[in-house]
């Protein structure tokens, strides 16, 4: 579990909740296990191409939820 995240997400969650324009993309869960403890991998695949910046596969696991944040729900199929 990420001290920074855990400190953070209380005021992010509220700036969210106040600006309705504001998407919060909860990042972490897409890499997130059971116990808490975060998925570098996945076989072969690494998610991270260093402790703080996700890799092209580890992005991949985020462009869904990125783009409908941006987007809206939805837009799967939108390219934009």
């Known amino acids: 579990d990420d001290p920074i995240r855990r400190a953070s997400l209380p005021g992010l969650e509220k700036v ?3 600006h ?3 998407q919060l993309v909860r990042a972490h869960e897409p890499f997130e ?3 808490g403890s ?3 991998a996945a076989g072969r ?3 991270y191409g ?3 910046h996700l890799s092209q596969a580890g992005a991949a696991q985020l462009r869904d939820a990125i783009r409908e944040a941006i987007v809206g729900p939805g837009s799967r199929g939108v390219n934009r």
Do not use: G, H
């Open 38 to 40: 975060i998925r570098y």
């Open 16 to 18: 969210s909740k106040d």
């Open 33 to 35: 296990n059971d116990d």
């Open 45 to 47: 695949k690494f998610f």
């Open 50 to 52: 260093d402790d703080d």
């Open 20 to 22: 309705p324009q504001v």
